[in-house]
């Protein structure tokens, strides 16, 4: 079964402070389905046909098969960024917000901290926050389409930091975008992973 473009439970417009309709329409309704549509004809009729995209994932990074990697990790990235936004302002509380205060100090530190990573991430790329075996939260950058799905963390957060998420309403103050993403913020997604 062909993998699909992600269904979002917002409007486009629901993010109007954040990023424009315009921006969010391009954002999923072209990057994000051109990712999913070149991973369908990428893995038509190969061995990947038929497998779960975390597998996919996996086994296109194991043997260096770019084409598929490339579109199957953006289009698991971008599924998990649209589930870590909320339309609506949430108050990160609870296990999540202890481990933060525990791993970083305080909820001040660590936006900090993920905000500048996001900052000096040079060129394309993602900021996850992920959960290690060890059960310890790290700040981790990655390039281009690389993920931590399907890898030996598990996780938390996401913040698309590609120049398409944020270029027609921001131009080059990335700063400005990565700010309003602290205020939707879906932090019970992120409390149940």
């Not at 979002?8 to 391009?26: G, I």
């Not at 490339?70 to 870590?84: D, S, T, Y």
């Not at 913040?159 to 998420?165: G, K």
């Amino acid at each position: 079964m062909a993998f699909q473009l992600l269904e979002l439970p917002f409007d486009s417009s629901a993010f109007a402070d954040f990023t424009s309709a315009n921006t969010f329409s391009f954002h999923h309704g072209k990057h994000h389905a051109g990712y999913v549509n070149k991973l369908n004809a990428a893995i038509e009729g190969s061995a990947y046909e038929g497998m779960p995209l975390n597998e996919v994932i996996r086994t296109s990074r194991e043997s260096s098969d770019l084409a598929v990697f490339n579109n199957a990790a953006q289009h698991a990235n971008h599924c998990f960024f649209w589930n870590c936004l909320s339309a609506e302002v949430q108050v990160l509380s609870g296990e999540i917000k202890e481990m933060i205060d525990r791993d970083f100090e305080s909820v001040e530190i660590f936006t900090k901290q993920f905000s500048d990573a996001a900052m000096k991430l040079f060129g394309s790329g993602w900021v996850w926050l992920v959960k290690t075996e060890d059960e310890t939260l790290e700040i981790r950058s990655y390039k281009d389409a690389e993920t931590p799905i399907a890898s030996d963390a598990t996780p938390l957060l996401t913040l698309d930091v590609w120049e398409h998420a944020y270029y027609l309403d921001y131009q080059n103050n990335r700063a400005g975008f990565i700010e309003g993403f602290w205020n939707h913020v879906n932090w019970e997604f992120v409390a149940r992973q």
